[in-house]
């Protein structure tokens, strides 16, 4: 059994991880600070990258999950694939929300408000809390399998529906007062450029937690298999001195 | 399929008939959860009656997860769910059945509370076509996922609190459209809410979630 999750290939890309990070934080620091949000501004070089990593984790999951479930792709690299993957994206939501949470404070004046994205990314959280619980349930591990492909199959039927929802709630009610606050709208080169870097960023931090996190996810498999043979080896043993 | 769901449908509401879990034990709990609402938020100044469509959906949902548990609970018992898979019925029929079931039962439930909301918040009611159109809808959607995040949950352990941390955020967009559409048939909308784009939503939650449940019911049969 391996006794280590790294490899030459996390090892490269857990350095170009963290070039990438180094490049995204000294582009942000050196972005100017903006007339209305102040040094706040700067949390574009982040937030973004975050909030799209945090879907791209959850089409990993949904892709995993559907391959787990066709008869001819089923394998529990793809379930493991898939929890991997949710718990990273969990983390980067929560991170995007927290992120969005300290840009909004002296931007809004208000930790939180009933924004439309805001709300749709608890939403998503809560969601996928749910799919993680799911998958701490001890049963056996197809069984288990079944149900989580099901369940983050359906996440990704909801999460639309719920965009929807929060879309229209928002919009009917109070235009878009909001999307006139977004930074989106004074962006310059600059801003752009860090923002890019920091998408660049959290993908490859992304893909170097999914490599680590998936290999622990394979290891502690091989860890209960292992112990069941050897206790399975031991009734035997005792047979034989009786 | 529909002779599979209409056995099943038949069954549950029988069995329902019979216990009276949800009409003792569910009903009860959605009109205290009426009153409650009135004793968090002052019965004077008029809070409740501008926010009677809201409170009245959360009740139905607070509800829908006690009556998708108890639907579940039928089956856990006495070896109900291998009996129910060694029938031979088709498990999209079952998901339908029970899903109709729950509808039904949800569907009573929903004018119980609409009497509690009249008389305990003085909500005046009107727009009964859009209404009854709105709670029939709902009700489709709430019930399919319910069922569905209902069989998802029920065959694990901790499915008590598993359920509701599922059920919940799926079905948020139910409250939403649901809640905004009441307020237009009420007349109590805030905004110029359409009611034919909430209702559309509603209509299309109620048909994915059908849809899912019919192709999902089986794998997630097979499991237990």
């Not at chain 1, 300290?102 to 004046?109: C, E, L």
């Not at chain 2, 109900?80 to 898979?85: F, N």
Request: hydrophobic share 55%; charged share 15%; glycine share 8%.
């Amino acid at each position: 059994m391996r006794a280590s999750t790294s490899s030459p290939l996390t090892l490269s890309l857990g350095l170009a991880a963290g070039l990438a990070l180094a490049a995204t934080v000294m582009l942000g620091v050196s972005l100017p600070a903006s007339v209305e949000q102040g040094e706040y501004s700067r949390l574009i070089a982040i937030h973004p990258g975050l909030a799209w990593a945090s879907y791209l984790c959850f089409g990993v999951t949904a892709l995993a999950s559907a391959a787990w479930l066709w008869p001819r792709t089923r394998s529990s690299r793809w379930d493991l694939l898939a929890g991997a993957s949710a718990e990273i994206g969990v983390v980067f939501t929560a991170l995007t929300l927290a992120t969005g949470s300290i840009w909004g404070r002296p931007t809004w004046g208000v930790w939180w408000v009933w924004d439309a994205r805001l709300t749709l990314s608890a939403l998503m959280l809560a969601l996928y809390l749910g799919y993680l619980a799911l998958r701490r349930v001890p049963d056996p591990p197809e069984i288990r399998a079944r149900r989580c492909a099901v369940a983050a199959l359906l996440s990704v039927v909801v999460v639309p529906l719920n965009h929807f929802a929060v879309d229209w709630w928002r919009t009917l009610h109070q235009g878009r007062s909001f999307a006139q606050l977004d930074p989106g709208n004074a962006l310059d080169g600059e801003f752009i450029g860090a923002m890019l870097v920091g998408l660049l960023a959290m993908t490859l931090l992304y893909s170097w937690l999914l490599v680590h996190r998936y290999r622990v996810a394979r290891l502690e498999d091989e860890r209960d298999e292992r112990s069941l043979e050897e206790a399975l080896e031991e009734r035997r043993r005792e047979a034989v001195v009786v | 399929m529909w002779r599979d769901a209409l056995l099943v449908a038949a069954k549950d509401l029988r069995i329902e008939a019979r216990s009276r879990v949800a009409a003792n034990q569910v009903a009860p709990f959605a009109v205290l959860v009426l009153v409650l609402f009135a004793f968090a938020l002052d019965p004077d100044r008029g809070v409740l009656e501008r926010a009677a469509a809201g409170l009245f959906w959360v009740a139905v949902l607070f509800s829908a997860v006690l009556a998708v548990q108890r639907s579940q609970a039928v089956e856990g018992a006495d070896g109900t769910a291998d009996a129910l898979r060694l029938s031979g019925l088709d498990p999209a029929g079952i998901f339908l059945g029970k899903a109709a079931a729950l509808a039904v039962e949800l569907f009573a439930l929903e004018v119980v509370l609409g009497a509690g909301v009249v008389v305990l918040y003085g909500v005046e009611p009107g727009g009964y076509l859009l209404l009854f159109a709105v709670a029939a809808a709902a009700t489709l959607g709430l019930a399919a996922a319910g069922t569905i995040y209902g069989a998802l949950a029920g065959g694990a352990r901790m499915r008590e609190t598993l359920l509701p941390l599922l059920l919940l955020p799926a079905v948020a967009p139910v409250l939403v459209a649901a809640t905004r559409a009441s307020e237009a048939a009420l007349g109590t909308a805030v905004a110029a809410t359409t009611a034919a784009d909430w209702m559309s939503l509603l209509g299309v939650l109620a048909v994915v979630y059908l849809a899912f449940g019919v192709v999902a019911f089986g794998p997630l049969m097979e499991e237990r």
